[in-house]
């Protein structure tokens, strides 16, 4: 059984056939992305069960990034340019030290779920994503010797925030 609770969405199965205890997996997240969405498992068990001498639950949470939301949609190097110099764009930065990737364009790519839309040996790169709320992301990322300069520009300046905020705390 499943239902909309919220901005959440509950799954409630029983562990197994006749037992009291039961499973609940809620999904969900904030009403507009400007933090990490959330995965929340809780689980039930009945004291009549066997396996406990009360009723008890335990709950398991765990946080993603904002960038996990974010869609690797296609888009050219014009309309790169134009969303970039839309004066509308809230913008933002952030700066990841580089220990040991090899390809530091790529990682970025994956982690933001970015497209590339131009790339220079491995110096630096335009990467462009949105979120399924069809607001843009455009990503600037420029390569120096050990660190990685990402400027960030987005439809929205709490996603701005929270994209540079995500990125800082990559390992690369």
């Avoid at 068990?45 to 946080?63: H, N, Q, R």
């Avoid at 839309?86 to 364009?105: H, L, Q």
């Avoid at 131009?118 to 399924?132: G, N, T």
């Avoid at 600037?140 to 300046?157: F, G, M, P, R, Y």
Wanted: include cysteine.
């Amino acid at each position: 059984d499943w239902k909309l609770k919220g901005s959440a969405v509950q799954v409630a199965s029983s562990l197994a056939p006749g037992a009291s205890e039961e499973a609940v997996v809620s999904l969900g997240g904030p009403a507009s992305m400007s933090g990490p969405a959330s995965i929340t498992c809780v689980l039930k068990y009945a004291k009549g069960s066997g396996l406990v001498p009360e009723d008890a639950s335990a709950t398991f949470e765990i946080a993603l990034p904002s960038t996990s939301m974010l869609m690797p949609n296609a888009m050219d190097a014009a309309g790169f340019a134009s969303i970039c110099g839309n004066a509308m764009m809230a913008g933002a930065s952030a700066r990841i030290k580089v220990k040991s990737a090899s390809d530091p364009v790529s990682a970025i790519a994956g982690f933001a779920h970015a497209r590339v839309v131009e790339k220079e040996a491995k110096k630096a790169a335009s990467l462009y994503a949105q979120f399924p709320s069809g607001d843009h992301v455009a990503l600037l990322v420029k390569v120096k010797d050990k660190s990685v300069s990402v400027d960030i520009k987005a439809s929205v300046a709490a996603h701005a925030r929270a994209i540079a905020s995500d990125l800082q705390s990559m390992a690369l």
